[in-house]
């Protein structure tokens, strides 16, 4: 593995866990990334009915999430179709601008 694939995977890897708290941050602050390896230490004194239902709370919020999550990539998705039908739009009106260019140059100099 190349320096430049260990470094995207990393930036890579960093995105996605801050769009993760950015998401999961709004529906159950206790399931932020770095709040998942305190959780045992901060509910250890909870009875078993307290600890089913923060569960089920969890389990919520994962749904949750995944409705979020998906709603975010929608966006983004549309997002870099409408960036890439810009720039081949851009592209499009710079190949006819030289060609109309070209063709007004060939035209004179048979004028």
Same mark, same amino acid.
């Given at each position: 593995m190349s320096d430049s694939t260990v470094i995207s995977t990393a930036q890579n890897r960093a995105l996605a866990e801050q769009v993760y708290d $950015?998401? $999961?941050g709004d529906i159950e602050p206790d399931l932020l990334l770095a709040n998942i390896p305190l959780l045992d230490e901060t509910y250890q004194g909870e009875t078993p009915e307290e600890h089913e239902s923060r569960?089920?709370? #969890?389990a919520v919020s #994962? /749904? /949750?999430?995944?409705l979020e999550m998906a709603k975010f990539m929608t966006d983004v998705n549309g997002n870099v179709r409408a960036t890439q039908r810009a720039a081949l739009r851009e592209k499009e009106d710079q190949a006819k601008t030289e060609e109309q260019n070209a063709l007004t140059s060939i035209a004179s100099a048979f004028a």
């Amino acid at each position: 593995m190349s320096d430049s694939t260990v470094i995207s995977t990393a930036q890579n890897r960093a995105l996605a866990e801050q769009v993760y708290d $950015m998401i $999961m941050g709004d529906i159950e602050p206790d399931l932020l990334l770095a709040n998942i390896p305190l959780l045992d230490e901060t509910y250890q004194g909870e009875t078993p009915e307290e600890h089913e239902s923060r569960l089920q709370r #969890y389990a919520v919020s #994962y /749904k /949750k999430f995944d409705l979020e999550m998906a709603k975010f990539m929608t966006d983004v998705n549309g997002n870099v179709r409408a960036t890439q039908r810009a720039a081949l739009r851009e592209k499009e009106d710079q190949a006819k601008t030289e060609e109309q260019n070209a063709l007004t140059s060939i035209a004179s100099a048979f004028a």
